[in-house]
């Protein structure tokens, strides 16, 4: 089945595909000829074949790669670079797809983790809307009879029938505006305001940090054993963090290691932006700085990071059931308190009239 978007599962595919042709000796247009056909969408399979095209005219595969940004990344890219001045493609390609195979993976389990609560969500709305177009007429009709005063939650659900019923067409507003919301997760999740609020979530905020923090440290270890430069490589790694608290952390280690000052310095003095995993974060710079092994430690850092959140990903049912039901919980709770509040208070207003 083909799609007309690629994903982590094309770019995991494609890499690590031709990184294992190259390390049989496979020419690089041939090992990447033999990846057309495992990919999943039409964006992908077309790239390709403009890469190919372009390398049999005498160009780099890196300078090509420059020309589709929005299929291979700035972290991807610097890499390609390094292995090619290196002389080290195929071992960078396989590295890129092994991570990129650990993103998807992860990334799945996060997907079907959220398919619960969307649903929830989805039904929900659907019986507010059928409430409103049947029950609600109804029950308004009857207290505006006995003219009792009504609570808040109960004009609100009034006036949203009523809206509903001059107007139907709105009935399909809420479920446009959840459609976009989900089409435009990513990019509502982006807003630095939006990041700081999901941080302060009990469950959610832990799970974004560790998903943040271990994209960022991934590419940082991956860039810094391909012998990229520090300073390119923290500036890659910042541009490369899809959270912001990560984009200011590796852009200011990098000011820092501009003026002179080591890892482990800049680490100690920007830890604010790493949430509660700073102290033992700094404490393994601070080993690998002494014993010389700071790309294997960043790798272990990452590694950690996403071994922790992978453990999430695998549980994400049952870490997300209880806000969920939370969620169900105060809807459920609104609408006893907007629908029978006032029916309680009828008997009052009936024996009023009677007095």
């Given at each position: 089945m083909t799609?007309?978007?690629?994903?982590?599962?094309?770019?995991?595919?494609?890499?690590?595909?031709?990184?294992r042709c190259l390390e049989r000796n496979i020419t690089l247009t041939k090992a990447l000829a033999l990846q057309v056909n495992r990919m999943k969408s039409a964006r992908y399979k077309g790239v390709i074949a403009e890469i190919i095209y372009a390398i049999q005219q005498g160009e780099k595969l890196s300078d090509t790669m420059t020309k589709y940004p929005d299929v291979f990344?700035?972290?991807?890219?610097?890499?390609?670079?390094?292995?090619?001045?290196?002389?080290?493609?195929?071992?960078?390609?396989?590295?890129?797809?092994?991570?990129?195979?650990?993103?998807?993976?992860?990334?799945?389990?996060?997907?079907?983790?959220?398919?619960?609560?969307?649903?929830?969500?989805?039904?929900?709305?659907?019986?507010?809307?059928?409430?409103?177009?049947?029950l609600v007429p109804a029950m308004t009709k009857l207290f505006e009879q006995f003219g009792a005063n009504l609570p808040l939650g109960t004009k609100m659900l009034i006036w949203f029938s009523k809206l509903l019923l001059e107007r139907p067409y709105?009935?399909?507003?809420?479920?446009?505006?959840?459609?976009?919301?989900?089409?435009?997760?990513?990019?509502?999740?982006?807003?630095?305001?939006?990041?700081?609020?999901?941080?302060?979530?009990?469950?959610?905020?832990?799970?974004?940090?560790?998903?943040?923090?271990?994209?960022?440290?991934?590419?940082?270890?991956?860039?810094?054993?391909?012998?990229?430069?520090?300073?390119?490589?923290?500036?890659?790694?910042?541009?490369?963090?899809w959270h912001y608290h990560y984009k200011e952390f590796f852009g200011r280690l990098r000011d820092h290691i501009n003026i002179g000052r080591n890892l482990h310095e800049g680490f100690l003095m920007e830890s604010h932006w790493l949430g509660d995993d700073a102290r033992t974060i700094c404490g393994m710079i601070e080993l690998a700085a002494e014993t010389g092994t700071g790309t294997?430690?960043?790798?272990?850092?990452?590694?950690d990071y996403e071994e922790e959140l992978d453990n999430l990903a695998s549980q994400m049912d049952k870490i997300i059931e209880p806000l969920t039901m939370m969620i169900l919980g105060i809807l459920v709770g609104f609408l006893i308190y907007a629908i029978y509040g006032p029916i309680f208070s009828l008997g009052d207003v009936v024996l009023g009239k009677k007095g």
């Open positions: 799609s007309s978007k690629g994903g982590v599962d094309d770019r995991a595919q494609l890499f690590s595909g031709v990184g990344p700035d972290d991807i890219l610097s890499l390609i670079i390094a292995g090619e001045e290196a002389g080290q493609l195929a071992r960078v390609c396989k590295r890129i797809g092994v991570a990129q195979k650990k993103s998807s993976k992860i990334i799945k389990k996060l997907k079907n983790g959220m398919i619960y609560p969307a649903v929830v969500i989805v039904l929900a709305v659907a019986v507010i809307i059928a409430m409103s177009f049947t709105m009935a399909m507003l809420p479920f446009v505006g959840l459609y976009f919301a989900f089409q435009n997760f990513g990019k509502f999740t982006s807003i630095p305001k939006v990041q700081d609020i999901i941080l302060k979530l009990p469950i959610v905020g832990n799970l974004t940090r560790k998903s943040a923090a271990a994209v960022s440290f991934r590419t940082m270890a991956m860039l810094v054993d391909s012998n990229v430069r520090l300073t390119s490589a923290l500036e890659i790694t910042a541009r490369a963090s294997e430690m960043l790798a272990e850092i990452a590694d």
